[in-house]
């Protein structure tokens, strides 16, 4: 049986404090690119209690995204917004989700966002990367930025670090490793980085701004 909102309110109340869970409640947290970091993100969020999450992707789940992505081998073929919805929806059942089931650019970026307290960038390609983080800091600068940068391969975890590059703006990652470098994307690995992502969105909202 489901429990109520109530019942899953209190208990995450229960758990970090009313203050903070209500600042949870109440965050709405954008996840840009719903891959190995993306997914990973918004389930931490939603387990967190996030209020609202806006979830922005136009790719479909393959088969080759199940080592390291949140999705089941029954959802092949189907949109990661549509299919991440329905898994969070299991996880958080009360959490308000938002779908834009398109490729974000430099004309739609700023409308997608618009709502959006926190952004978190979890895009694969380094040009929609630095595309985001462009617009963020140029057009919407009242918002924070958590972005991500090296997470490939085996390397030593603990090199997965966050670091506050401006007042509202973070880096999480190790700066180096890339997939073409040898190994890929390794499922621990990229779930370390998207952690560090999840962990400042919820930081940020304790007010504890420092990494």
């Not at 806006?54 to 080759?64: A, E, G, K, R, S």
């Not at 329905?86 to 974000?104: C, D, F, G, W």
């Amino acid at each position: 049986m489901i429990p109520t909102k109530e019942e899953m309110q209190k208990a995450l109340r229960d758990r970090n404090g009313k203050d903070l869970q209500d600042k949870f409640f109440s965050a709405t947290v954008a996840v840009c690119g719903l891959g190995g970091l993306g997914s990973n993100i918004a389930i931490a969020l939603a387990r967190a209690g996030i209020g609202k999450l806006i979830l922005i992707d136009f790719d479909q789940v393959d088969i080759t995204n199940l080592h390291r992505q949140q999705y089941k081998a029954s959802q092949i073929g189907r949109y990661k917004t549509d299919a991440l919805s329905e898994n969070l929806s299991e996880i958080a059942p009360y959490v308000k989700i938002q779908t834009h089931t398109e490729r974000m650019t430099e004309n739609n970026a700023v409308a997608l966002l618009r709502d959006a307290d926190i952004i978190c960038e979890a895009f694969d390609h380094p040009e929609a990367k630095a595309m985001l983080t462009d617009i963020v800091l140029d057009q919407m600068r009242e918002k924070y930025l958590i972005a991500a940068s090296g997470m490939a391969g085996l390397g030593n975890a603990n090199n997965i670090k966050t670091r506050r590059i401006t007042k509202q703006f973070y880096l999480c990652g190790d700066e180096i490793s890339d997939v073409n470098d040898g190994i890929g994307l390794v499922s621990s690995r990229v779930m370390l980085c998207a952690a560090h992502q999840a962990h400042m969105v919820l930081r940020i909202l304790a007010d504890n701004f420092d990494t």
